[in-house]
């Protein structure tokens, strides 16, 4: 079967591969058509525009950088729309709730199927085929598209109706923000009262709240080096759009409200670009 | 070697059943001296007071309920001071820094060695010998407790002056409680969001912070469940203390006191003998 | 010279009159026309629409429930629009910054000028001409108002570009939202602690914080009474936007977010509707 | 009538000076006794030490530094203890709760009468007889006082038992704390989002929530000047003691927790000495 693959940034390449490995026939396409030239390499063809990959493919997969990028993919002339008509489109780009009902209404509207399927996890797990997939829209189309989130994840799911990816990757997001807070406060209470940070990670790592983000970003901390994995605005962005959400709803959030305020401090501060675990920072 | 063992209780008992099975001979003590029967069956001897307990051991371990406890038994008519001289003590309770330090002055004016050794972990850790243990005091008498330590615990650390023990184990709650608020949050923003919140419980656990906690509090925090395992009072207790640790040293912790505040809220509620994880009812 | 006024609700029947009281004529429209009536006691002109009011008059002011109100009359047809070439607008009800910047923008593309100008004070000081008037916008139409705003306000002030005047107002209702939650608490600790309450607005009436607020707010939140004047809703929508407005500019704000949060713990124990002082149950 | 006067720093000093204007006969005494000279002049006698004071007087006022000098005066070696028996004894010194009860219990048991009467207010209001007083303990005592609270201030509170007082104070101060954040906030919010601040100040000043304390630091803040009237450390050591009283009554306060956090942020970055309202400099 021929799937088409739109995007090919560090995600998206990483993906594609992993599709081709595993025996799909890709077509893909990228903003840049060069790019597409490692995976003709791997064995895909290319379309030349996004219209045309659509056009030739039972459905298509998108993997695009932010939510314009996602939207002009979608709407622009040579766009999914044009061609949609009885075909499918899965947006796996991280974009907010409105972007993707929006996509999803006009394909929907063009006679074609939608899935929004947001993606938790990095470049190595894309690679490995370990990422958590976040899928809502046609439950049909889901099932159809199964065998690709197999192979691209460890586990995906299916949540309901568009929108509702974007909102559950918002609520871990915003877990994790506030997690990272608490983290960086207990370290420098640990510092400031004389006991040996690097001792805390040791006694953390031990029990019952043990995870893998307080082992990985434990140590740069205490060097203070925040090369960026996942940029401090872009947290900061989650905790808004979290808290917002809770807005609508009437959820109180204190802990939450007040992790925000810090990585707002942070952002003050110009480290906004840094990682998010810089928000360390703000309370040297 | 002979080692004493002072307090019986639900830890107590376990850690004290895991060492005579490990071949360490033993004579307890316990306030209410039945007790003792279960451990004279797997082989103990029994003292009289925890004077004549001290007097005959080698050192003694003592795991009482609470600061008044581990005080009596220091300091009253028959209490360790009385035979410390030339002895080790080593205090597993929890208690505050205070506490310590002023069982430890008592015993090194009387010639006495001593150790504070919080454990985090509670009964079945206790009885699998699967403790973390926070010890601080004399260097040269830790490494001699260390044989009893690593039957005991999976790990033991050694902190320093004695209060480390006690101040590590606040940061430790801290940490725990701020991410009980937090994780809380995330449940409560799921639901009134119309998400499922079973779901979210999958999603963090594939992800980087999954831990443990959320794995064992989540699914019964979903039925509004919260049998006492560590009382929510206890927790905003430590939370209190560990706020108070930060004042001394000029840290600010804004999240911890967002989290502090949630945490008294549940005890204005009458939850404070629920487990810390009934503060997800302040969100409803 | 004849002057155009748009809306007569609680706030602009009460601004006209004053207006006409004081030798302005007036032209009215009001949706519901027969609200016109008696403003023609008063010696007013009606307007069959708002187009013709404008038409008439040299400049027109608008005193609107919200903005969907305060759009609609400038859009729609027969609308504000349609006659604004060479007159003047004065928007004095309370919009965001969008709104304004909005209609703005229409209005002087269609050769018009145009003031933002939000009020704070009610009805009393609508009466009384004991506004304080928030203008922006046209400097030179303002300056051409002067006359209507020194009748209307005990004050105005000219604070630059369309949109100050929204956000001036944001800013001012968080403050004031952040110390009704102080206020609140204070209460709430001074009853719970054996103090008397009713003892603590005395001695707050002494002090340096002595203000009006806390004169009027607290002897009725004493009696658990919040007969909405300014709806708790409302003013957490304020607190909202005034966040949004900080997160905008990297401006972290510890105390407003813990307000807000309270604010939506109260809307979702159901007091949306009534006074913002309806905080206080938050606290019990 | 025969008063005593025990401490004559700039507090007082000024508050002798007022009762001698007022026809008052003081005995005063200080531990730096040439500091009565100046009282002399105005028609006051000297006591040796402050046993010779309250032997002398039918009752005695004291206006001390601080806790350990309030302690000092009444159980040091010629101190107030002695000659209590069928006298009564003031102390209008700002303690916390705990001293107080502590010096009242040991005058009872001696056969004296004791009244906590701490103020508001500070040198100026003290001259001017213009200070808020909050008074606690005998009120039969308080009644007989009242002649000299008259003079001393604008008004008096009779509190109940010992400790309100303290308690009381602890509330109000509470509540400037919060309130000062929340000032803060708005003043940063408004010069980060292109508004003038001291306009800010013109438009408090007229609403609802204007007040002296608003008014009397809000020009020095935008000027980052920080002269102490009343020092940063001391205002959030009053936070934590009320946050301390919040929690033994299970009250949460998000807001005072807040802006406690905010204070502790100024102290780690070194204003401790500096007024309270150099908060204002964490949001930079």
């Known amino acids: 079967m021929e799937i088409g693959f739109l995007g090919l940034g560090i995600m998206g390449k990483a993906m594609a591969i992993n599709l081709l490995r595993h025996g799909f026939k890709l077509t893909v396409w990228n903003r840049t058509l060069s790019k597409c030239d490692e995976l003709v390499e791997h064995g895909a063809s290319v379309g030349e525009t996004p219209a045309a990959v659509v056009k030739k493919c039972k459905y298509t997969i998108a993997m695009l950088s932010d939510p314009s990028a996602a939207l002009s993919v979608v709407f622009d002339k040579d766009g999914v729309l044009e061609q949609i008509n009885g075909k499918g489109y899965i947006d796996m780009s991280t974009v907010d ?109 031990l029990g019952a709240i043990s995870n893998a983000m307080f082992k990985l970003k434990g140590p740069s901390m205490l060097k203070n080096s925040y090369a960026p994995a996942f940029p401090l605005k872009h947290q900061q962005k989650d905790m808004r759009l979290a808290l917002a959400l809770g807005d609508e709803n009437a959820v109180p959030m204190p802990v939450a409200a007040a992790a925000n305020e810090a990585f707002k401090k942070a952002r003050s501060l110009g480290l906004g670009d840094l990682d998010f675990s810089a928000v360390h920072e703000t309370l040297k």
């Open 97 to 205: 709730a409105e972007t993707s009902i929006k996509i999803s209404e006009a394909i929907k509207e063009k006679g074609g199927n939608f899935l929004e399927a947001p993606v938790s996890g990095s470049k190595k797990p894309a690679e490995d085929g370990q990422l958590v997939i976040l899928a809502a829209g046609d439950k049909a189309f889901y099932e159809e598209a199964l065998p690709a989130f197999d192979v691209l994840g460890k586990k995906s799911f299916f949540l309901g109706e568009v929108g509702n990816g974007a909102k559950m990757k918002l609520v871990v997001n915003m877990v994790m923000g506030s997690m990272m807070n608490a983290f960086s406060e207990g370290l420098t209470l640990a510092e400031k009262s004389g006991l040996n940070a690097g001792t805390l990670l040791d006694v953390l790592d």
